[in-house]
């Protein structure tokens, strides 16, 4: 299976003491290098305001990270983890090689544009000079 | 020519408008007639910043196209291209998902 990108975001309460969401990390990260995959970021946004309540809390404390695997039953195990810990009120995994790789296509688009336009600004000096020269 | 067009002036001033149209306009004298407004083109946002990629991780991008209740601005209100539109409507989505965007605000 060719490699996928995924982004994992989970929440704890707010009132988990750090070491405890540093544990959790750690046993995720664990689980994601036992099958062959590598977490390519970790971030802890920290407390945040959620825009909405969550089992009647305010705030939550946000982590970030970015999985590059290749093993598609990665993420069903991460989620059931994040799902049993009782620190965790919320998480979302999403996809997102497909976006990366569109992103990256159309960049490349947007560059090969750029790259043409003042080209043909220069040609068209080029061939009236050369038009020029042969009228003369 | 510019003494035809003299006498014509001096003769019917009423239907000024009509001769003055064909005539060169200036963009002061066209906003007089009948359209007194000329609503500005709202260009896309994503467009402008040349937007490959609209990321749900970023809240505060994301939040001027919503309405106060939470709903999702419609295009013709935005200005966004159908393209951005479809990109900024999924990662809306998601930001929900995680609690960084409301479903519905209020309380």
């Known amino acids: ?136 | 020519m510019a003494e035809e067009n003299a006498p014509q002036q001096q003769q019917a001033p009423a239907p000024a408008p009509a001769s003055g149209r064909p005539q060169g306009k200036p963009p002061g004298g066209a906003r007089r007639g009948k359209r007194s407004f000329v609503r500005k083109k709202k260009v896309c946002r994503f467009c402008v910043d040349k937007a490959d990629f609209i990321d749900y991780k970023k809240a505060d991008i994301l939040a001027p196209f919503l309405q106060e209740r939470g709903k999702i601005l419609p295009r013709r209100m935005t200005g966004t291209c159908a393209r951005h539109q479809r990109w900024l409507t999924v990662a809306i989505k998601r930001a929900q998902n995680i609690a960084l965007l409301p479903f519905a605000a209020g309380r």
């Open chain 1, 1 to 136: 299976m060719e490699e996928r990108v995924y982004d994992l975001i989970f929440i704890c309460r707010p009132d988990t003491p750090e070491p405890d969401v540093d544990k959790l990390v750690s046993t995720l990260e664990h689980a994601v290098t036992e099958k062959g995959s590598k977490i390519e970021k970790i971030e802890k946004w920290g407390r945040k305001r959620m825009a909405y309540r969550v089992h009647k809390l305010q705030e939550g404390f946000y982590v970030y990270m970015v999985i590059r695997s290749s093993h598609g039953e990665l993420v069903k195990e991460l989620e059931r983890r994040l799902k049993v810990s009782d620190a965790v009120i919320k998480y979302l995994t999403v996809r997102l090689d497909e976006e990366l790789k569109r992103e990256e296509k159309l960049k490349k688009i947007r560059e090969r544009r750029a790259a043409r336009r003042p080209r043909k600004a220069t040609a068209a000096p080029a061939a009236a000079d050369g038009q020029a020269a042969a009228s003369l």
